[in-house]
């Protein structure tokens, strides 16, 4: 697939992007991609031009431009070295709900302007820390949310003021939820919540949960399963090429 790298002005500085496009002549919708916290890499440029495959314009931005030139991560070691699991995590607690939306606006204003990108309400999907992104931008940015995707997402239900579930009725996107098993950042019953938070603000949704665990769709996560990164393919596929 046809791909580039760019850059997108933000409010906060400036954010390096790749944009993928389908092969031919568009135009075609627009998706922006929320990485998992190992952040802007090769695996996710790939997935990028996987679902340009499928007809869709995807740009991947890189999450963590406000910590300048980053060293990138090691998935085989970010977890279990101590000192990059801290940078990790300091990574990840550095970006607001406020700043997934004001990116998000600026991404959705790079697409809207290409003339490879068709339509004025976009979809993102995102893994585990971008699939809470993805439902936080579909609620706080509702009118240019046409629908959000989450892959073995973390905190889509908690305690704080921040739930992306309690502003389910903000949300006007179509919302899918591919869930892992046994995982503690999304349990069964935070999937009851956000359930009857959708279902009581008449969000459309589907809510499942996959056979596989945590990182399951991200094929540099060593708990990566294929079958179940396959069923995301088909079921992101599915969701986008209805609602957008």
Known sequence: MPNFTDTVTTPDGTAP?????????????GVVMIPDAGGFRQTFFDMADKLAEAGFV??????????GDWAPF??????????ERKRLYSFIGSISPQNWASDAD???????????VSGTKFGVTGYCMGGRAALTIAGLLPDRVGAAASYHGGGLVTDGAD???????????FIYVGG?????SFTDDHAEQLEKALTAAGV??????????????????????PAAAERHWTTMREVFSTHL
């Not at 995807?58 to 910590?67: A, F, I, K, M, W």
């Not at 600026?106 to 490879?116: K, V």
């Open 17 to 29: 992007i790749l944009l993928a496009t389908p092969e031919g002549e568009g135009p075609w919708p």
């Open 58 to 67: 995807v740009l991947l931005p890189d999450v963590y431009y406000r910590q």
């Open 74 to 83: 090691d998935m085989a070691t970010a977890f279990s070295d101590e000192d």
């Open 106 to 116: 600026s991404y959705f204003d790079y697409l809207a302007a290409r003339p490879e």
């Open 163 to 173: 739930s992306p579930h309690l502003r389910a009725d903000h949300i006007q996107a």
């Open 180 to 184: 892992a098993e046994n995982d503690a």
């Open 204 to 225: 459309e949704h589907t809510i499942e949960t996959y056979a596989a665990g945590h990182g399951f769709a991200v094929p540099d996560n060593r708990s990566c399963d």
